[in-house]
């Protein structure tokens, strides 16, 4: 069956422009996990949902950072007035469960803001 | 948050060598996780430990659960190229179950055929 996808693979942005990053989770599956990697470090927690609600977002890094999920399936993160510091691999996960240790990631954003 | 060190950061081995990394943590945890990624993919989980003491194998994989809880250790025998990657070590924080999850900064392997 398929696997999470993301969309853009790719993308380069200017200092200053919004980016919208997708996240298409296995389908099913109750929790979504968003995610930000830097360069050579591990994944770090972004925001959780639990079908549409978001239940936890304490790691967005500032309020330029959000997210959605409609339908509890389609999920997109959205970063506005992006800065170089945004620069890094967003990567979505989903699971079956509500607690489930087992996330299926996607392949991840790739991020470069000039 | 919490706070997950690897080590080593990197290894450079030989084709058939046995690999060991660990994973230590400031905080206690009820369950330890590890994962492989591969370049341009997303993080595929290989073991998962749910108990102090716990001895897990998939394959020519084994990890540990230390007893402390604040420690886990990943072994890989006989190595083979396809093991190249990055090994994440990572665990939930407890008042979260399992919604929310730290991850070290990864060991990365390197097998030389």
């Known amino acids: 069956g398929a696997g999470v996808s993301q969309s853009p693979r790719y993308k380069v942005a200017k200092r200053g422009q919004d980016v919208a990053l997708r996240c298409d989770p296995i389908?099913?599956?109750?929790?979504l996990f968003w995610y930000q990697q830097a360069l050579g470090q591990g994944p770090e927690f972004l925001t959780y949902?639990?079908?549409?609600?978001?239940?936890?977002k304490s790691g967005l890094p500032s309020d330029r950072f959000s997210a959605e999920r409609t339908g509890g399936s389609v999920s997109t993160l959205t970063i506005q007035r992006t800065q170089q510091e945004d620069s890094a691999v967003y990567l979505c996960?989903?699971?079956?469960?509500?607690?489930?240790?087992?996330?299926?990631f996607g392949p991840g954003t790739r991020l470069l803001v000039l | 948050g919490q706070q997950l060190n690897q080590s080593p950061q990197s290894m450079f081995i030989q084709e058939g060598e046995d690999v060991s990394m660990n994973c230590t943590s400031s905080?206690?945890?009820?369950?330890w996780l590890w994962y492989k990624q591969e370049p341009g993919e997303g993080p595929v989980l290989l073991i998962a430990?749910?108990?102090?003491?716990e001895l897990t194998s998939n394959g020519r994989l084994t990890a540990q659960f230390g007893i402390t809880r604040k420690d886990s250790f990943l072994n890989i025998s006989a190595s083979i190229p396809s093991d190249v990657g990055i090994y994440f070590c990572?665990?939930?924080?407890?008042?979260?179950?399992?919604?929310?999850?730290?991850f070290g900064s990864g060991t990365k392997l390197n097998v030389k055929p």
């Open positions: 990572a665990g939930p924080d407890i008042k979260y179950n399992f919604n929310k999850f730290y």
């Open positions: 905080s206690i945890f009820n369950t």
């Open positions: 430990l749910y108990k102090a003491g």
């Open positions: 389908s099913g599956h109750v929790s």
């Open positions: 996960a989903s699971s079956p469960g509500r607690f489930q240790e087992t996330q299926y």
């Open positions: 949902f639990q079908n549409e609600a978001q239940l936890d």
